[in-house]
């Protein structure tokens, strides 16, 4: 056939809508009409040429505006291996993405499902601690078995023992669906974007929930008071991170209490995390699984209520790991994804240098130094990783408040308590003239002092086998003196500590399953 032969036998394709035409770089069509237009002279290429040209620069400008740099890569490599594959008729793959879901806004993973409404269903699940694998699965397969939530054997022991039965009832897919916004109640993923969907994150994953290739339910431990520990093992090599559900029966809400790192090497001597040193940090999905895990315990398990609140106050230094710290934060107070308010978001660090609150201070988040002791020489006893003075720390942290906006000019300082080391009244009225600085330089802020009475670690060595809880009275005291300084001061509740959960007493056996590897692979 010649070109003018083929020129008389082309049409313009009966299948576009002229009126809303859309460049699909993933469509057979597409790849059919791209190959006619190889075929077709200049003149009958125009046409196409002019509905299809302002779509692809819409595309193009969208990646370019509205998408990060990192994602950008990879959605245009994503286009234009599709664009090859069209103008060659080869079958388009969907590329594995190296993050999950968890840590992608709704803009960059409307590029991957191809629509706003289908990455708003996902996050939907995620914030109610549901698998959207599931969630949107065919419920009509077995209406029986498939129309209850899944749940994990360690999940559906502790139910059991909550409710004192033999059997746990799992939520429906019609409760939660009352749960989502009736305007999203109806938005499915369709079978094509839900294989896109486990093909882009979970293409291996042979488990009863998706998010189990992150980290997986390991341990569930309940204390007297509703506080709930989670330990998680996390898929990548198998170490374990606890983070801990806190319930507020007079507010009907939770907080959550994640971690960052495995294990903390910042050393402190009071805190059973510091005594395994810093094994690794986590990546910013795995910190949010902490989320997402924790949204699905409070919603099951009867004595918890929905988590509202987040504190970045579990194991490890948020200045070891700020990227992720940061990411992770982002991602939990965005209006569209976890939907938690900035000031109910708190990270917490001991201040290893003055870098480390202007790092941190980027977060839209409340940031919470551990003090412990504002004398230098009480501080490096309780902190020995300290390489500056209080002052320089303090006014670090101040010269970031003020480059703050005001609603997060809010800024807590913990102190834990120790028997005759740093609860005596003179401790109380050093730290009253070290905290003039915030009010004096910082117009707005708002100060909190948070009394930490210390939890016992169960020491066979080093300092804390001779510290000891302080008494009720020497914490009173302590507590008015800064109050009577118009100081606002509280004294945590002690919860979880029959259950290991209270602060200062997360650890896991990661450490120990770290050298027994190390010492395995050495001898051999």
């Not at 969907?94 to 879901?101: E, G, K, L, R």
């Not at 706003?116 to 599931?134: H, M």
């Amino acid at each position: 056939m010649t070109i003018s032969d083929n020129h008389k036998n082309f049409r313009f394709p009966q299948q576009i809508n002229h009126h809303s035409l859309h460049f699909d770089l993933d469509t057979a069509d597409t790849a059919t009409q791209l190959t006619q237009l190889t075929m077709a002279p200049i003149a009958t290429l125009l046409p196409m040429l002019l509905f299809y040209f302002p779509s692809l620069y819409r595309t193009c400008t969208n990646l370019k505006y509205h998408t990060p740099t990192s994602s950008r890569r990879t959605l245009w490599s994503t286009s234009t291996t599709s664009l090859r594959a069209a103008t060659t008729c080869e079958p388009v793959s969907v590329p594995t993405i190296s993050s999950s879901p968890l840590s992608l806004t709704i803009p960059e993973l409307s590029q991957i499902l191809n629509g706003k409404g289908k990455a708003q269903a996902c996050w939907d699940c995620f914030r109610l601690g549901v698998d959207p694998l599931w969630y949107y699965s065919d419920a009509n397969t077995d209406a029986h078995t498939m129309d209850q939530e899944p749940l994990e054997p360690i999940l559906q022991q502790a139910l059991q023992a909550q409710q004192g039965t033999k059997t746990s009832q799992a939520w429906t897919r019609e409760q939660l669906q009352a749960q989502i916004l009736p305007r999203r109640q109806s938005q499915g993923l369709g079978q094509q974007s839900l294989q896109t969907y486990r093909t882009a994150f979970f293409p291996s994953t042979q488990v009863m929930d998706s998010m189990s290739s992150i980290a997986q339910l390991s341990q569930i431990h309940s204390s007297n008071d509703g506080t709930t520990k989670l330990l998680l093992e996390l898929q990548q090599d198998k170490l374990q991170v606890e983070c801990v559900i806190i319930p507020w029966p007079e507010r009907k809400t939770s907080t959550l209490c994640v971690s960052n790192q495995v294990g903390c090497g910042q050393g402190c001597t009071f805190c059973s995390t510091g005594r395994m040193g810093e094994l690794r940090s986590l990546s910013a999905d795995e910190i949010l699984v902490q989320a997402y895990w924790a949204a699905k315990v409070a919603r099951i398990l009867p004595r918890l209520y929905p988590v509202d609140a987040t504190v970045f106050m579990g194991m490890g230094e948020a200045a070891r790991n700020v990227v992720n710290v940061v990411k992770a934060a982002q991602v939990l107070t965005d209006p569209q994804l976890f939907q938690l308010a900035p000031r109910r978001v708190t990270i917490s660090t001991v201040g290893p240098t003055p870098q480390a609150f202007h790092d941190l201070g980027r977060a839209p988040a409340v940031l919470a130094w551990s003090v412990h002791a504002s004398c230098d020489k009480v501080r490096n006893q309780l902190v020995p990783s300290t390489r500056h003075s209080m002052v320089e720390l303090r006014d670090a942290l101040i010269q970031v408040l003020l480059e703050r906006p005001r609603k997060l000019r809010q800024v807590m300082l913990e102190f834990a308590l120790i028997g005759c080391l740093n609860d005596r009244p003179q401790d109380a009225h050093h730290l009253v003239q070290f905290c003039r600085a915030f009010y004096q330089n910082v117009p707005g802020v708002k100060l909190v002092v948070n009394l930490i009475p210390w939890n016992d670690i169960s020491a066979s060595s080093g300092p804390a086998v001779d510290y000891q809880k302080p008494s009720a009275a020497s914490v009173e005291t302590f507590q008015s003196i800064l109050v009577k300084h118009n100081i606002l001061c509280y004294v945590r509740t002690t919860r979880g500590d029959d259950e290991s959960a209270a602060c200062g007493q997360l650890a896991t056996k990661s450490k120990r399953y770290r050298s027994t590897t190390v010492q395995q692979i050495s001898n051999e």
